[in-house]
């Protein structure tokens, strides 16, 4: 008897049939990964399992029994637990707080702080994460940290099944075969693991038994043996994935946009790098590395305690997100939730935030003209979406990144000289789409711009940048050309098995 199946579901959103007669079954013991582009139906199907959207027809099961399911709760009650793409923290309470949010020790209704500590603390070290501060607010953790205990919330009790949305997104190489190690433990327990990723390298690692959906619909199932990998991205798109160029620039010669000397901030210090107009430049490292810091310091979102910012040779001192889209700069963030989307707002909304001002003469906005722009960007980006109306929380997860990234192409027609810092461009970006994504960032720097791309994917590393930095703890341990490093030597000296070296 099947652990878990979801038995001819069908759901429909105004415009979109999300979910289209999909049978799915995870067996006891098993690690079962869910894989398709953005919009094929993943995330609805992961709702549905967790109880948090009904479907419009169709029956789940949870052993051999039907499940009814009215909220999150209900599923939870049953042993289902899901980890869900989008964090779920609360900001301002601790880690330890938060691994425990609910359940927490306490005596005639006073918890007690100090087995709270030392049970999330044992829960890390289960998980294999001891260096984790547990009083940490979580709001001052990067995105991998805030995954981290995020999964470990879920995996607090003793689930029959789990169901795992993109949990590597965020992970260093490390803390992903830490979490790899996590899920073995609990499938030799029996319980059954639902695992939806873009990563086919990681699907093939760690699953037992594949589902690719595409277009609401199952189109392959079986035994991860059964499969190639160069099959998969075929069956997952339906077509061909067009090569990318990876053709090296030598930006050398043209204007220096972007010139950062010595600069120090919160998580990173002593920072030195350059941007030519027309070229890629890397950013690696490790979560925690300082990247993302970094970037978002050069913007405003964070303060800097001391080095210089030069644009286009100019001294700058940037306190804020306006005044750097000013000077040319921009950002677009991993935190898409937080710090990219307007998420009360439609699509269309969202798309032309930062270009209203070009269509609004005398105060008058033109409508027309805002949505050619956006709909051309939906086409551009492959933004898969009911219509230019929807409101933008109710896009997939890779589709709000192709809103955010788009939100700035609509803006820059002319990227001359602007300098685009791109923070994990391509994280919940499908594999069908990410060699599109690639190609625009190409095309960015082709028409003059300079381009930072901060990724921890090191394909994408090797495939975009025409020179790479590499962070460490906060500071530049290496750069040069890219023809300089392979991928190994790359991840050698992101966990420091190197000797540090400037190019």
Known sequence: MALLEARDIVKTYPGVRALDHVDFTLERAQIHALVGMNGAGKSTLVKIIAGAEKPDRGSIFLDGQPLHLSHARDASQHGIVVVHQERTLIRHLSVAENILLGIEPSQLGIINNQLLRQRARELLESLGISDLDIDADVEKLGAGQQQLVDIARALRTSPKAIVLDEPTASLSAGETEHLFDTLRRFKERDVGIIFVSHHLDEVFEIADHITILRDGKVVSTGPIAAYKPEDVPRLIVGREIAETSSEYVDASGKPVLLEVRNLSGEGFYEVSLEVHAGEVVGLAGVVGAGRTELLESLVGYRSVRNGTILVRGEP?????????????????????????????????????????????????????????????????LSIVTPSLRTNVGNLSGGNKQKVVFGKWLAASEDVGEKIFLLDEPTEGIDVGTRAEMWNIIRRLAAQGAGVVVATSDLEELMVLADRIYIMRAGTVVSSGKRADFTQELVLQHMLGATETVIG
């Open 316 to 380: 700058k001192r940037i306190h804020t997100p306006q005044q750097a889209i000013q000077y040319g700069l921009i950002l677009v963030p991993e935190k898409r939730m937080e710090k990219g989307l307007l998420m009360r707002l439609d699509v269309l909304e969202n798309l032309t935030a930062a270009c209203l001002p070009q269509y609004s003469p005398g105060g008058i906005v033109s409508e027309r003209g805002l949505q050619q722009v956006a709909n051309d960007v939906v086409r551009r």
